[in-house]
């Protein structure tokens, strides 16, 4: 695990925070500390469109890991079986005409009462093995977890994104002065007032804004090493336009987190 710290100048005055490993924990992501979150803590949230061939593997994949625990936000804008896969396996689908990635999740984020919520893409490409050692780094302080998928070099990833990720983190790196290594990943946990405090402008370049706005104020913000596999189903990312929105996204919101310090 790498650990962020940045200068907080807010809420910590100036401190940085601190880079603690970990401490051993159960499988079922939580210690035998009562004020421990535990999977009954946990939202995970995704967009949906069209994901009829990946959604059950999703779903059950989360009902495996959390033993039925967490619950399940759909924002869907679907015209397949989607929403109806989703909804047989008990999770909550807030329908939404398809507006683009970043508007869907946007909505999905806000929508849990649970404090810890974890965002994921509904395609199979994330591990959901990896939410009980999310949800340690959440108990062991982090406001923000995020899937690092470059670490273990991500062969699965279509070799042209696989560059553009890096580019995109080494563009953020330079620009907001700490080195990030997966911007762009959509597999994240976050305490919820993170999501909640925060005012989010982003559509495709959503997820960049949601590592980089934290990051910049000083929140916790923690990478994690994780699996990436390929894809079930059809990309709905054009690999030009969607990572010249990123970039775009990327250079806007650096600035506007650097002018928000003076
Ligand atoms: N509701 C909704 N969901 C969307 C929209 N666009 C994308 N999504 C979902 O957002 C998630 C991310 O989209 P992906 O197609 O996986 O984009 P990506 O991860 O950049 O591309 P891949 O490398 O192909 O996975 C998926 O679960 C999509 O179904 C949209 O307009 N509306
Ligand atoms: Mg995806």
């Not at 535990?38 to 059950?56: K, Q």
């Not at 104020?217 to 994780?226: A, F, K, N, Q």
């Amino acid at each position: 695990m790498s650990s962020i710290t940045a200068p907080d100048d807010e809420a910590t005055d100036g401190a940085d925070s601190v880079d603690v490993d970990a401490t051993a924990r159960g499988d079922d992501g939580s210690t035998d500390t009562d004020d421990e979150y535990t999977f009954d803590d946990l939202s995970v949230v995704m967009g949906t469109y069209n994901e009829e061939e990946a959604i059950a593997t999703v779903l059950d994949d989360v009902e495996r890991v959390t033993d039925g625990k967490a619950e399940v936000v759909c924002v869907d804008g679907s015209s397949d079986r989607t929403p109806e896969i989703a909804r047989e396996r008990g999770a909550t689908v807030i329908e939404q005409e398809p507006q683009g990635y970043g508007v869907a999740v946007r909505e999905a984020v806000l929508t849990p009462d649970r404090p810890v919520v974890v965002t994921t893409d509904c395609d199979d490409t994330y591990p959901m093995e990896a939410l009980p050692e999310f949800l340690a780094e959440i108990n062991d302080g982090a406001d923000v977890v995020s899937g690092d998928r470059l670490y273990h070099g991500a062969d699965a990833m279509p070799a042209f994104n696989r560059f553009g990720n890096h580019a995109f983190a080494a563009l953020a790196s330079v620009l907001m002065g700490e080195r990030v290594h997966d911007t762009t990943t959509g597999m994240r946990a976050y305490r919820r007032e993170v999501v909640q405090d925060i005012g989010w402008t982003e559509n495709t370049g959503l997820s960049a804004e949601l590592l980089i706005r934290p990051l910049m104020r000083g929140y916790d913000v923690r990478e994690e090493p994780i699996e990436y596999a390929e894809r079930l189903g059809e990309t709905k990312l054009d690999p030009i336009e969607g990572g010249a929105a990123i970039a775009k996204s990327i250079a806007t919101v650096c600035l506007e987190e650097r002018l928000r310090r003076f």
